[in-house]
């Protein structure tokens, strides 16, 4: 069975850091590509960033470009956001999420549960 | 840039069918998924590339497409398909967005 589980969530004062892991299982970590998507409180889903299966592709939403950084570690079947900067507008629950490509498109087949971030003085 | 644009909210009475729209430029050309997001819960994918549905999604609920625009069908719809449900799609740069959602309602 295919499980995420995002961890490292909590409350940061706005110009504080972050790092939110995702540990996944049940799968081949390596072969995916996985991303982050958050949501702020009764708002719907955002993009935030993702990375290739081995790490040396990354992508990211303008909204957080030169603040945030994702990464990965295969040996630890982890990915990793590091969020710098942060702004209370940053304010969500983050998700992350594993992709599924096929040939003509590629979508969230599995997401883990959430880990909530707060930004506030 | 593209968006997603769907009606906010859609509310019907159990046993009726529900209709949930997605409209945006890449949906002719690029494949529309859905997302079911109940309270409190992380999304499921409930129909992918436009028309098939996961293994343990009930038949009643379907996708389709036309033009650009992208539809979700909860045919009978029951109390527990009350979610919120979020198309998603991407462009032919590999952009991906998400719609902005639909509250639907069952009672």
């Known amino acids: 069975e295919v499980q995420l589980v995002e961890s490292g969530g909590g409350l940061v004062q706005p110009g504080g850091s972050l790092r939110l892991s995702c540990a996944g299982s049940?799968?081949?970590?390596?072969?995916?590509?996985m991303h982050w998507v958050r949501q702020a409180p009764g708002k719907g889903l955002v993009w935030v960033s993702r990375?290739?299966?081995?790490?040396?592709?990354?992508r990211y939403a303008d909204s957080v470009k030169g603040r945030f950084t994702i990464s990965r570690d295969n040996a630890k079947n982890t990915v990793y956001l590091h969020m710098n900067s942060l702004r209370a507008e940053d304010t969500a629950v983050y998700f992350c999420?594993?992709?599924?490509?096929?040939?003509?498109?590629?979508?969230?087949?599995?997401w883990g549960q959430g880990t909530l971030v707060t930004v506030s003085s | 840039s593209y968006e997603l644009t769907q009606p906010p909210s859609v509310s019907v009475s159990p046993g009726q069918t529900a209709t949930i729209t997605c409209s945006g430029d890449p949906i002719p050309k690029k494949f529309a998924h859905w997302y079911q997001q109940k309270s409190g819960q992380a999304p499921v994918l409930v129909i992918f590339e436009d028309t098939k549905r996961p293994s343990g999604i009930p038949e009643r609920i379907s996708g389709s497409t036309s033009g650009t625009m992208a539809t979700l069908t909860i045919s009978g719809a029951q109390v527990e398909d009350e979610a919120d449900y979020y198309c998603y799609s991407t462009d032919s740069s590999g952009n991906l967005k998400f719609g902005g959602g639909t509250k639907l309602t069952v009672l």
């Open positions: 990375i290739s299966g081995d790490g040396t592709s990354t």
């Open positions: 999420a594993r992709v599924l490509r096929t040939g003509a498109t590629f979508y969230f087949d599995n």
């Open positions: 049940g799968f081949t970590f390596s072969s995916y590509f």
